[in-house]
C-alpha cells in the first residue's frame, strides 16, 4: 500500500450560506431515501429512518 499526500479541503471552500446548507441537506436526504428504497426497503420503514434523521 503506497501513501499520498492529503490536504485538508476546509481552507479551500469558502463559507456558505443557509440556503446552500439546506439544498445539500436536501440532497442528502433525497439520497439516503433513494438508496433505502433501492434497497427494498417499505415505505413505513424509510419514513421511521427519516423521522430519526430529522
Keep these: 500500500m503506497g501513501l499520498a499526500a492529503v490536504r485538508d479541503l476546509r481552507e479551500r471552500r469558502g463559507l456558505v450560506s443557509a440556503e446552500e446548507l439546506e439544498r445539500f441537506e436536501t440532497d442528502a436526504l433525497a439520497?439516503?431515501?433513494?438508496?433505502?428504497?433501492?434497497?427494498?426497503?417499505?415505505?413505513?420503514?424509510?419514513?421511521?429512518?427519516?423521522?430519526?434523521?430529522?
Excluded: M, P
Design 31 to 54: 439520497g439516503f431515501v433513494l438508496a433505502r428504497a433501492s434497497a427494498g426497503l417499505t415505505e413505513g420503514t424509510i419514513r421511521g429512518d427519516v423521522g430519526h434523521l430529522e
